[in-house]
C-alpha cells in the first residue's frame, strides 16, 4: 500500500504527518509508527501525527500523536504547530485564516498564525497537582521543590501536567549531561505511572532559559513544545522567571517564546516548517 505523507519539523522536533481527515487512520498506527519513525531506515522522525476529522463543531482537524515507539501521546506543542502550518497550506477552507482551532486528546487548542511559518499556541492551563500528572508517593501537591530519587542520585524536581506528564529540573549544565544513561530512570520511575517527560533547564537569565529534553517514548529530542510550556511554569513556580513576560527557551533544534500569565494560563509562539513531502510503501 502506498501512503502519502508529509515531513515537518518545530524547532526540530519532526514528525511525519498523514492527511487522516477523509480515509481515518492507517491499520495498525502503532507499528506504523514504529516502522516509519526509525531513522536511517525509513522516513525518519519523532513519530507519526494524524490530521484527522474535527471532533468539535468549531475545530479545523483533529490532531492524533503516536511516538517513535508507538505509545499514544495527550499533545505535542510543535506538532500542532506543524498541524495548523500543514492545514493553512494544503486545506482551502483554512487557507487564509489567521486563527485555527485543533482538537486533542487534551482539549482543544487555538492557534493564531503570526507571519509566514510562524504560530502562536494557547496551552490552556498548567496544574502542578500529582493528581493531574499523575504521580504518586510525592504528596497531593503543588509538587514544586521534590525530591526524586533517580539514576542513582537526588534530583529537585517541580513537576507540572501541561495536558501531559512533564518533571522538571534545574541543572548548571545541560550539556554536560548524560541523557542516555539519566533519562530512562525519570521516564519509567514508578512516581509517574504513565511515564513522564522530564526537562533538564539551565538558567541563562531572568528571561533565557536553555533546556534538554528526555520524551516518553522518544528518548532525547531536540525540541519539545509542552516540555518548554512545562519548564518555563516549574520556572515561575519557583520564582526564577516572571509571570507576564516573554522567556525565551533555547532548545537544541530552535527556541520556543513562552508566556505565562497570571491564572496559569500559558501561550507558545514558534515556527512549523515543511521538510518534504512524498510518498512511502507500507
Known sequence: MKLAFTKMQGCANDYIY??????????????????????????????????????????????RIFNADGSEGMMCGNGIRCVAEWLYTHEPACAG????????????????????????????????????LPAVNMGEGPLVRCTLEAAGQSWQVTCISVGNPHCVTVVEDVDALNLEAIGPSFEKHPNFPQQVNTEFIQQLDPCH??????????????????????????????????????IHVLLRGGELIIRV???????????AVTVCEGVTEV
Open 97 to 132: 485564516k489567521d486563527l485555527l482551532r485543533i482538537d486533542t486528546r487534551s482539549g482543544q487548542k487555538q492557534m493564531r498564525r503570526c507571519g509566514p511559518g510562524l504560530w502562536q499556541v494557547e496551552m490552556g492551563r498548567y496544574s502542578a497537582m500529582a493528581a493531574d
Open 209 to 246: 532559559l536553555k533546556m534538554r529534553v528526555w520524551e516518553r517514548g522518544s528518548g532525547e529530542t531536540w525540541a519539545c513544545g509542552t516540555g518548554a510550556c512545562a519548564s518555563v511554569a516549574a520556572m515561575t513556580e519557583l520564582g526564577l522567571v516572571p509571570a507576564g513576560e516573554d
Open 18 to 63: 498523514l492527511d487522516c481527515r477523509s480515509a481515518g487512520m492507517p491499520p495498525d498506527i502503532a507499528g506504523l509508527a514504529q516502522k516509519l519513525s526509525a531513522r536511517r531506515f525509513s522516513i525518519g522522525g519523532d513519530g507519526i501525527i494524524c490530521i484527522c476529522a474535527p471532533q468539535s463543531p468549531d475545530a479545523d482537524a483533529t490532531m
Open 261 to 271: 500569565q497570571e491564572d496559569h494560563q500559558i501561550r507558545m509562539t514558534g515556527p
